[in-house]
């Protein structure tokens, strides 16, 4: 896709070496093009070097020895463009702490901060205002994209030409990424399907069977249209990969860490034993409470986000919360 005379990015970083940062990286090195990735974890740093794994976040993947780990963001410096794949919640702390730059940073993660409301985007714009800043979100499963299996996401920009050049450096023969200008539809999709992914896993935990999780499915998806709609993102986006996709992707499988989170809540578990001691993240369980009070400022009735947020901060249990949503009086179904 990159055309002639268009900048392209050929020396890649990574922020971040969870799951997802290590199978992007992955993706990228696997053809020996240089990357460099930078984790909190000493262990992951020494892992990646020495024996191209990282079993703590990936196991099961072998990496490129092209792929190299630092400890240090400063070993950062010299990439000419950063993918950010840190959760939301420790984010900020991390960009402030990135060697200062004019490389476009590509964010990868999916929620939205707490009190601020803020999303990835929103945060950089704060404190990395001369970046050229991207989204890059849909239904991408780390293990799948490491293995180089095929895989279609939406890389969204401020500009086409800035999208453009981005996904033509990201582009590879199994990794398609489409080019959009909707940096919130691409944010919004992503933030709220992991909260519903966390109420399909309930409804399956709680075997309440096939129907209602296409129940779920849909009407979450009404949920996500509204609140996106509210705050500026166009439909097409939340139609598409990072936002319907995803959500089919997340809401039909237990490999998805929120699906299999609401697996627990809906077999009667509680919410701060299933929590504790994670080393993975479920970004659902972060932002379900920040999406549900955002919504709320906003006058937006997102049910199923608000019966989440309450399931994961303990206050009602997963029978409760079914049974508030289907005793709801009925509506049109456009509302
Ligand atoms: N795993 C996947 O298949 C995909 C994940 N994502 C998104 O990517 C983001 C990162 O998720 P994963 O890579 O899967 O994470 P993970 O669950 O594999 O690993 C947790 C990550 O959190 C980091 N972390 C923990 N405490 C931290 C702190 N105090 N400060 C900075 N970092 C800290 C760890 O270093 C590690 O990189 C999330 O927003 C997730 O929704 C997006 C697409 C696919
Ligand atoms: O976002 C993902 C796939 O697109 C990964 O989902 P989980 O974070 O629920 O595992």
């Known amino acids: 896709m990159t055309r002639e005379g268009m900048t392209s990015y050929s020396n890649f970083g990574v922020v971040g070496g969870g799951a997802w940062g290590t199978a992007l990286a992955q993706m990228l090195a696997a053809d020996g093009a240089p990357v460099r990735l930078w984790a909190r974890e000493a262990e992951v740093v020494a892992a990646i070097n020495a024996e191209h794994r990282n079993p703590l976040f990936l196991p099961g993947a072998t990496l490129a020895p092209s792929l190299v780990a630092t400890g240090e963001l400063a070993g950062l410096a010299a990439c000419d463009a950063l993918l950010v794949v840190v959760p939301v919640p420790f984010l900020r702390a991390v960009l402030t702490d990135l060697p200062a730059g004019d490389a476009p940073l590509i964010f990868c993660s999916k929620g939205m901060e707490a009190e601020s409301f803020a999303f990835p985007i929103d945060i950089a714009e704060q404190l ?12 991408t499963f780390a293990h799948e994209v490491a293995a180089g299996l095929p895989t279609a996401i939406t890389l969204a920009a401020a500009d086409t030409a800035t999208a453009e050049a981005i996904a033509g450096s990201l582009a590879r023969p199994h990794f398609r990424p489409y080019v959009s200008t909707d940096l919130i539809g691409a944010e919004i999709g992503g933030a709220v399907k992991n909260i519903l992914a966390i109420a399909c896993g309930i409804v399956d935990g709680a075997g ?10 849909s009407r979450g998806f009404a949920e996500m249209t509204r609140f996106g709609l509210s705050r500026g993102a166009q439909a097409e986006t939340l139609a598409g990969l990072a936002g319907l996709g995803d959500l089919v992707l997340t809401c039909t499988s237990s490999n998805s860490r929120n699906f299999a989170l609401g697996q627990g809540l809906g077999r009667g578990e509680e919410a701060a034993r299933l929590m504790a001691d994670r080393r993975t993240v479920a ?3 972060f932002s379900a409470p920040v999406v549900a009070a955002a919504a709320r400022a906003d006058g937006i009735d997102m049910p199923i986000t608000d019966a989440v947020a309450r399931l994961v ?6 029978g409760e919360a079914i049974q508030a949503l289907l005793s709801r009086p009925l509506r049109p179904e456009g509302r």
């Open 208 to 217: 309440l069977g096939l129907n209602a999780r296409a129940a779920l499915i």
């Open 283 to 285: 970004e659902g369980a």
């Open 313 to 318: 901060a303990g206050e009602i249990r997963a």
């Open 128 to 139: 990395c205002p001369a970046r050229p800043l991207a989204v890059l979100s849909g239904p």
